[in-house]
């Protein structure tokens, strides 16, 4: 027969956080993952919220295509406060 | 001389509420200290680590609330008497736990469907002993609803699953339901002690719970595939602590360190 | 990809390592590195829940009704640990299904020190102490190894362990404190898990196979002699403490090393356990399996009544 199927975690550490990674599971489904969750994830009074997701519904970015991805942002150094250059005199900014 | 006489009856008097309140406590909490040792049992051999893990949190939902109970017990009894006293040392008769929740773990349909069954009165018990006089009880209940309404959630998942899953889970459950339907009726048996706190306004009246019990009950199975067993004898005894035989072997367990080495602290 | 197109991508792997830059599941990797990792993350799952069963033998007989709930609260956080440990391994593209098919046909290893047996309540105290004082020697380093998914499995597992090894202490304490009759069955405790403790520590460096290259990877940062020794300089002081003997004639300070210097392990028995011939490896491989498959059934209702679920709302949606 069939296995239960991957499960990824997000958990609310508490209100104001959001959620965060925390690990995944297996489950025969949605309402059984976050009871799974619940008791693997939170036993701590780790979280006050989860969600959770089926590993194989996730689409991620490929590593092969970080070049392309993610340096091109490196050199836009103007989007940083840093890049401008202001007279020590001007305060609040 | 009159102030002596009626002073010692007071005295005579809070010693009987006291006592009527520690047997009640013990109708309650016996139940939780037995099941909570048979889920127990099963940590490490549980279906997969996911339900292991699901039902060790039930389990010690249950002894955390046998603590509290037994704790209260303790202080009422007086002297030295620890929370251990009461869950290790007494006599067999002396354990007033229904026969519902000692049954063995036969296999995990009979663990969900003794946890459901039990799971349905005791959130409809908890409901009502929050609003117990004693404000001790009614604390331990406002705390132990919410964990109790968790388990109820589980056990119903589970008894839907099983009921509507495989033929063979649906077999199985059904045997399960079957064989501890005879348990169910004890649930709503009032003992002496029950019907003393009900009258101090300490205690839940838990026959007036067995209509709406059967009705819930009655709803999750019809929406799992299962039937209701139809069943004219119920088995009783526990709660004059006249137990199964299983009952034995699960106090071997459990009182076995207390037994070989009397009174020593661990 | 061609021999040399490989040699590159291996290079710019070890450099990044080096470097401290954590591998992550989609990362190219070398075949070496996915498979040494699969074998150790699932040795370790695999130790997790194969260790319950030791201790989980005491549940039902835990003297106090506090003692009961935390050794509970401990044996379930260790199948949590193998939780995590198999999620980690999942991330390398093996199931979990298929890591237990490798443990119950007993090709897949786990830690020998669950094949004695507990035989009597202070064992609950040792193995606390004892076996995760030295998981947690083994597995701290582990928070910083090169795989992402391993390191932070470890973070989680090292923070929720740090009641384990202090509630066994807790539990030696009372006895060694206690009546004479407890006093002994703390010594005679003590007495057996002492040597398989500092075994769990693995071979002496002259024959362990692995400690290079897994030096390298970050899945080791001490070698197992260097373990050993901080794991005895730590725990002879405590035991001194509780007024506890450990059971070895040879046990010397020596003042130079500022190390304790001690006996000859037994490294015939290690093998003799390693190999299948432990008191208790049949009995701890049969428990699992039977677990196992006598869920079977309970995880296919689970399956089907999810799709018939899944149908149910499909046609409703029609």
Redesign the interface.
């Known amino acids: 027969m069939k296995n239960?199927p991957l499960w990824e975690i997000f958990v609310r550490s508490k209100n104001g956080l959001e959620h965060r990674h925390f690990g995944s599971?297996?489950?025969?489904d949605a309402?059984?993952a976050l009871?799974?969750a619940r008791?693997?994830y939170t036993?701590r009074s780790e979280g006050v919220s989860i969600w959770v997701v089926e590993s194989k519904n996730i689409t991620a970015s490929n590593p092969e295509h970080n070049g392309e991805l993610f340096e091109p942002a490196h050199d836009k150094v103007y989007r940083h406060p840093t890049f401008y250059e202001l007279p020590d005199e001007v305060k609040h900014m | 001389m009159s102030t002596i006489e009626s002073s010692s009856r007071m005295k005579t008097n809070t010693t009987d509420i006291s006592e009527v309140l520690i047997q009640y406590i013990y109708g309650i909490a016996d139940n939780a200290l037995i099941l909570g040792?048979r889920l127990?049992?099963l940590?490490?051999?549980?279906?997969?680590?996911?339900?292991?893990?699901?039902g060790?949190?039930i389990?010690?939902d249950l002894?955390?609330q046998?603590?509290g109970y037994?704790q209260y017990a303790a202080q009422l009894k007086g002297g030295d008497t620890t929370?251990?006293d009461i869950?290790?040392l007494r006599t067999e008769r002396e354990y007033k736990n229904v026969l519902l929740v000692e049954q063995p773990n036969k296999?995990?349909g009979y663990v969900i469907a003794r946890q459901f069954l039990y799971d349905m009165f005791h959130v409809m018990l908890l409901e009502k002993l929050q609003n117990s006089q004693d404000p001790t009880l009614a604390a331990i209940a406002k705390k132990g609803i919410k964990e109790v309404r968790y388990h109820q959630?589980?056990s119903s998942?589970w008894i839907?699953?099983?009921g509507?899953?495989?033929p063979?889970?649906h077999e199985?459950i059904q045997e399960a339901i079957n064989t501890l339907w005879t348990y169910t009726d004890e649930l709503f048996h009032m003992t002496e002690a029950d019907k003393k706190a009900v009258d101090m306004g300490v205690g839940v009246d838990a026959s007036a719970l067995k209509g709406e019990y059967y009705t819930r009950v009655r709803e999750l199975l019809d929406a799992s595939t299962l039937e209701v067993p139809e069943m004219k004898w119920f088995q009783k005894g526990g709660k004059q602590g006249i137990h199964t035989e299983h009952m034995g072997y699960l106090l071997a367990?459990?009182q076995?360190?207390?037994r070989t080495?009397p009174g020593?602290?661990? | 990809m061609s021999d040399k197109e490989i040699k590159n991508l291996e290079e710019i792997f070890e450099q990044r390592i080096a470097r401290d830059e954590k591998i992550e599941p989609k990362d190219w990797m070398p075949e070496k590195y996915r498979k040494t990792h699969i074998r150790q993350i699932s040795q370790h799952a695999h130790s997790e829940?194969i260790g319950?069963?030791p201790e989980?033998n005491w549940?039902?007989?835990?003297?106090?009704?506090?003692?009961?709930?935390a050794l509970?609260?401990k044996?379930?956080d260790e199948?949590?640990h193998?939780?995590y440990l198999?999620s980690a391994c999942e991330t390398l593209g093996i199931s979990r299904e298929e890591l237990y098919e490798q443990l119950h046909s007993g090709k897949a290893k786990y830690s020998s020190i669950f094949n004695y047996p507990t035989i009597t309540?202070a064992d609950m105290g040792a193995i606390g102490w004892l076996v995760d004082g030295a998981a947690i020697i083994n597995q701290v380093p582990l928070c910083s190894t090169s795989y992402g998914p391993y390191a932070r499995a470890m973070v989680r597992v090292c923070k929720e362990e740090s009641f384990h090894q202090r509630q066994g202490f807790e539990?030696m304490m009372?006895?060694a404190q206690?009546?004479p009759?407890?006093k002994e069955l703390a010594q005679d405790a003590l007495n057996r898990w002492w040597w398989p403790s500092l075994m769990m520590l693995g071979p002496t460096d002259a024959e362990s196979v692995h400690t290079e290259q897994s030096m390298k990877w970050k899945l080791k940062r001490k070698t197992n002699d260097e373990l050993r020794q901080q794991f005895i300089d730590q725990t002879v002081p405590q035991a001194e403490l509780i007024g506890l003997t450990i059971p070895d004639p040879d046990l010397k300070w020596n003042e130079e090393r500022q190390s304790y210097d001690f006996g000859e392990i037994d490294w015939d028995e290690f093998w003799q356990v390693v190999k299948g011939h432990g008191p208790c490896n049949k009995e701890r491989l049969d428990?699992r399996v039977?677990?196992?498959e006598?869920?079977?059934?309970?995880?296919?209702?689970?399956?089907?009544?999810a799709e018939?679920q899944e149908e149910k709302k499909l046609k409703q949606a029609i």
């Not at chain 1, 599971?25 to 025969?28: E, K, N, T």
């Not at chain 3, 549940?59 to 709930?69: F, G, N």
């Not at chain 3, 006598?294 to 009544?305: C, F, K, L, M």
């Open positions: 239960w599971l297996h489950a025969a309402e059984m009871e799974n008791d693997v036993r | 040792q127990s049992e940590c490490g051999h549980g279906p997969n680590l996911e339900t292991d893990i699901a060790t949190n389990a010690l002894l955390g046998t603590r037994y929370e251990d869950a290790y296999h995990f959630r589980f998942d839907k699953r099983l509507d899953g495989t063979e889970s199985k367990d459990l076995y360190m207390q080495y020593m602290k661990w | 829940i319950m069963l989980g549940i039902t007989r835990a003297p106090s009704l506090r003692r009961k709930v509970l609260a044996v379930q199948a949590g193998g939780l198999y309540w539990i009372k006895l206690g009546a009759e407890q428990a039977n677990a196992w006598e869920g079977t059934w309970v995880r296919d209702a689970a399956v089907a009544y018939k």
